[in-house]
């Protein structure tokens, strides 16, 4: 077992006990070093291009924002994406066989290499209007907190690094990832971080969602089903008592919701489910032919989130077998898809880029607080590879909504925030 291994179960046990969650220190070290790396000259020249780059990311967020990106539609932003990157400066530039854009700033060494991600895809159709309306000095559009924001925040760090000639040891990779939302399933990362990639990741930063402050250490697991009954359908007068996926459905709900409700009331890691959508049928005076539900279950734990799982698949399967003999004509089949897939994970606040980052909220005068959640990280985090998600800063809200919106209400620090982080990681060519 190794120490990052260690260090996880250790923080596991922490955080399900509810121990020390919100009393983590920064260790001196980390805050010495910050408060050593932010005064530095050059550091310094960087913080004031970010200062003086506020009207470009503005204009920048405006014009990602207003490219759709749906899940599985995200070519035209990812391809403007990649133009502002190249624009910026970056050593190398190109898009991955999974459509994530990636943009290499090499270091003086390049034995590591450090991500800095955010997500290209919104959770909006193809057709939303994503026009940026101005309330005031507030801008108002779906998607423009989640996560066009930090598209542009990473192109900012790209470009205050490079006007103020920062170098640094490691190699910087930024990303903008596919697939983040939804059914998307992370598969952007997930791609990343596969042996088909061509990349390795030594630590990943990700900008997504929250004000400045946020470090986001723990990855919340996530399974997702779709669970499609079949039968052969029929008149409701005429073909009455033939087997009917609608009954079946109600069983499987009925079955599943006693056990998990069951086991989840016997404490342990935080865990939830929800069904979240049915469907199936064609008119009231005709039995189906099909009905289907989706359901959504999570943990913080990995041996839990398995558990509801299991206790899922056993809970519909064993609803069909009791219905198809309970004197129906005929039977009702099961397809059971999976469709969401995100591993459980937390890492030690031990972690130096765990330190670094809470150094680095402190260094601005800002509470570090350490959160856990569903992001992209998820999948470093499950494999014990360093990973923080740090807030875009401001003001928003209406997160997944058509009047989602944020106020540039001292982005810039957040900005600053994410660029210290990335340099402490990436460490400072000498």
């Given at each position: 077992m190794n120490k990052i291994t260690i260090c996880a179960l250790l923080s596991l046990f922490v955080l399900t006990t509810g121990w020390g969650q919100n009393g983590t220190e920064t260790l001196k070290e980390y805050t010495r070093q910050m408060d050593k790396l932010g005064k530095a000259k050059v550091i310094q020249s960087a913080f004031a291009y970010i200062d003086e780059l506020e009207p470009r990311t503005t204009k920048d967020l405006i014009f990602l924002t207003e490219i759709p990106a749906p899940p599985f539609g995200e070519t035209k932003r990812a391809n403007a994406f990649r133009d502002m990157l190249v624009e910026a400066g970056a050593d190398r530039v190109w898009i991955d066989a999974e459509g994530n854009?990636?943009?290499?700033?090499?270091?003086?060494?390049?034995?590591?290499?450090?991500?800095?991600?955010?997500?290209?895809?919104?959770?909006?159709?193809?057709?939303?209007?994503?026009?940026?309306?101005?309330?005031?000095?507030?801008?108002?559009?779906?998607?423009?907190?989640?996560?066009?924001?930090?598209?542009?925040?990473?192109?900012?760090?790209?470009?205050?690094?490079?006007?103020?000639?920062?170098?640094?040891?490691?190699?910087?990779?930024?990303?903008?990832?596919?697939?983040?939302?939804?059914?998307?399933?992370?598969?952007?990362?997930?791609h990343l971080f596969s042996d088909q990639s061509g990349v390795k990741i030594d630590s990943w930063i990700s900008i997504d969602g929250g004000s400045i402050g946020r470090v986001n250490h723990g990855a919340l697991g996530s399974k997702r089903y779709r669970a499609h009954f079949k039968g052969k359908g029929g008149h409701s007068w005429g073909a009455f008592g033939l087997a009917n996926p609608h009954h079946a459905l109600g069983k499987a709900v009925e079955y599943f919701v006693q056990s998990a409700s069951d086991y989840v009331a016997k404490g342990g890691a935080k865990t939830?489910?929800?069904?979240?959508?049915?469907?199936?049928?064609?008119?009231?005076?005709?039995?189906?032919?099909?009905?289907?539900?989706?359901?959504?279950m999570r943990s913080l734990d990995p041996h839990r989130l398995y558990e509801i799982d299991s206790i899922f698949r056993k809970s519909v399967e064993q609803a069909v077998a009791d219905y198809?003999?309970?004197?129906?004509?005929?039977?009702?089949?099961?397809?059971?898809?999976k469709i969401g897939?995100?591993?459980?994970?937390?890492?030690?606040?031990?972690?130096?880029?765990?330190?670094?980052?809470?150094?680095?909220?402190?260094?601005?005068?800002?509470?570090?607080?350490?959160?856990?959640?569903?992001?992209?990280?998820?999948?470093?985090?499950?494999?014990?590879?360093?990973?923080?998600?740090?807030?875009?800063g401001g003001k928003g809200g209406g997160a997944h909504s058509l009047d989602e919106w944020w106020l540039n209400k001292d982005g810039a620090k957040a900005i600053k925030l994410t660029l210290l982080v990335c340099v402490a990681e990436a460490g400072l060519a000498k």
């Open positions: 854009v990636l943009a290499l700033r090499k270091g003086t060494s390049g034995d590591k290499t450090i991500a800095l991600d955010a997500h290209i895809d919104t959770v909006f159709p193809i057709e939303t209007d994503v026009k940026v309306k101005f309330r005031g000095d507030t801008l108002v559009a779906p998607g423009i907190g989640d996560d066009t924001r930090g598209m542009v925040m990473v192109l900012t760090v790209l470009r205050a690094l490079n006007k103020a000639g920062v170098q640094t040891r490691d190699n910087l990779l930024f990303v903008g990832s596919v697939g983040e939302e939804g059914l998307g399933d992370l598969r952007g990362v997930k939830s489910f929800n069904i979240g959508r049915i469907g199936g049928g064609t008119s009231v005076n005709s039995i189906p032919f099909e009905s289907w539900f989706e359901v959504d198809n003999s309970s004197g129906v004509k005929d039977k009702v089949s099961l397809d059971l898809e897939d995100r591993p459980s994970g937390l890492l030690s606040t031990e972690l130096p880029l765990i330190q670094r980052s809470m150094a680095a909220t402190q260094y601005f005068n800002e509470k570090p607080r350490l959160t856990t959640g569903s992001t992209n990280g998820n999948i470093p985090i499950s494999k014990g590879i360093p990973a923080v998600t740090l807030g875009r």
